[in-house]
């Protein structure tokens, strides 16, 4: 075991009982002092992303990754936006889910509570630093962040902004720490350090959080990977339609709830022509089935491979299917859970549609692009779960606290 990475995770463990009953006001005020400082120091946070984008380009690292590593004036601002958007939302701490009188006269309440310390390990996004622990504060937790060498010097610098925050308040700075990124084994060290970490969260590649699901010895909130679908039907209105796909697809290709795959109805060959011509001019390869190649110049053949591929690029999967049940088997073979939409004019394909899509979030006319914590009004998240238990979805704030069960009584006894 490495001892930084233990006395880490010690610290945050201590951390984490104050927090726990550090009032609502105060959690506040540290998300805006937190909130300002990030825009303060914002030109010492650009020149540390700097630093790992140039060596990320060094290594030929691909424009999609690169640009979900990069930070801009613009997205600093969006990031502290966030963090202020937290501090408006209300405590989930201390909410009374539930409460209930018993015969006997005992009053049984179920209340939200921290879960304690959260360990986040993620790839290459340095604005999950801050989600992560804007969100864990306000929910009363602490937080061991994992992210990736790549984005080293951001994360130190972003992690460095916020504890400096931190010692003007009464939150201690060890709720909020960085791990080392440049080594694998700090992966594995996090995973065996039940007791002092109380849940784990992957967000990141397939690799990364099939490797934290299956060799986690502490709980783990599987999030997921976005292979998300828009399907076209045949009543679909044509101009909606080509604002969905153009939005889902090229708004930012690089991101989960980005669409990879265009399902559009065989009886509408028209509205094929039109989304494929559209995409085109917004610089997406369309890898199409065998029909769409025959409908399609320039399309590219694609494989099987390409209907269970995440691209996060101009790329997209395009096929032709002949009802919305053929549509719900395709998304039911391919898809990953995360977000699936239907463009319809048709109330009855809409509400078959939704009943029959098993996915986190299903959308009817509407971009997979609102599949976002911030979209959903919950300041930020901190992943998209893609599981069934616990939660699923945007992890906000209620998302990420646990519950305890709280009994009054008088004397009652049990006979």
Same mark, same amino acid.
């Given at each position: ?147 990736? /060498? %790549?984005?080293?010097?951001?994360? @130190? #610098?972003? !992690? ?7 010692? =003007? +308040? &009464? ?43 299956? /060799? %986690?010895?502490?709980?783990?909130? @599987? #999030?997921? !990977? ?7 039907? =045949? +009543? &679909? ?64 053949? &694609? ?113």
């Amino acid at each position: 075991m490495d001892n930084k990475i233990l006395e880490q995770a010690k610290a945050a463990k201590i951390s984490s009982r104050v927090l726990a009953c550090v009032t609502t006001d105060e959690k506040n005020r540290a998300l805006g002092l937190i909130a300002d400082a990030l825009e303060k120091r914002c030109g010492e946070i650009l020149a540390a992303n700097a630093l790992d984008v140039e060596a990320a380009r060094a290594k030929g690292t691909s424009e999609s990754m690169i640009d979900r590593l990069s930070l801009t004036g613009p997205r600093i601002s969006a990031i502290a936006e966030g963090v202020r958007q937290v501090a408006d939302l209300p405590d989930p701490v201390g909410e009374v889910v539930e409460k209930t009188t018993r015969p006997n006269g005992l009053v049984i309440s179920k209340v939200r509570v921290p879960l304690g310390v959260i360990g986040m390990i993620y790839e290459a996004r340095p604005n999950v630093t801050v989600d992560a622990a804007a969100l864990t504060l306000k929910a009363g937790s602490a937080v061991l962040l994992r992210g990736s /060498g %790549s984005a080293m010097h951001s994360n @130190e #610098t972003l !992690v460095r902004v916020i504890r400096d925050a931190l010692r =003007e +308040t &009464a939150i201690p700075e060890e709720a909020v720490d960085l791990i080392d990124g440049t080594s694998h084994d700090s992966v594995d060290e996090m995973m065996c350090l039940r007791g002092y970490i109380d849940l784990m969260i992957p967000r990141g590649g397939a690799g990364l959080i099939r490797r934290v699901v299956e /060799g %986690s010895r502490v709980p783990v909130l @599987e #999030t997921g !990977v976005g292979n998300c679908h828009v399907f076209v039907d =045949e +009543t &679909a209105d044509a101009d909606m339609a080509e604002r969905i796909v153009i939005n889902a697809k090229t708004q930012r290709p690089s991101v989960c709830n980005a669409a990879e795959t265009l399902l559009v109805h065989r009886g509408r060959p028209d509205m094929l022509k039109r989304l494929c011509s559209a995409l085109a001019e917004n610089g997406v390869t369309v890898h199409g089935d065998e029909e769409v190649c025959s409908l399609i110049e320039g399309a590219v053949p &694609a494989t099987e491979k390409d209907f269970a591929e995440e691209f996060l690029s101009l790329d997209m999967a395009v096929k032709l299917v002949g009802s919305v049940d053929e549509a719900i088997e395709h998304i039911t073979r391919y898809g990953t859970g995360h977000t699936e939409a239907i463009v319809t004019g048709s109330r009855e394909n809409a509400d078959h549609f939704v009943r029959s899509i098993d996915a986190a979030a299903v959308n009817v006319n509407a971009s997979t692009r609102f599949t976002d914590g911030f979209e959903y009004g919950f300041g930020a998240e901190i992943g998209i779960s893609t599981q069934k238990m616990h939660a699923r979805g945007p992890l906000g704030l209620r998302e990420i606290t646990s519950y305890k069960y709280i009994v009054e009584g008088n004397g009652q006894i049990r006979g």
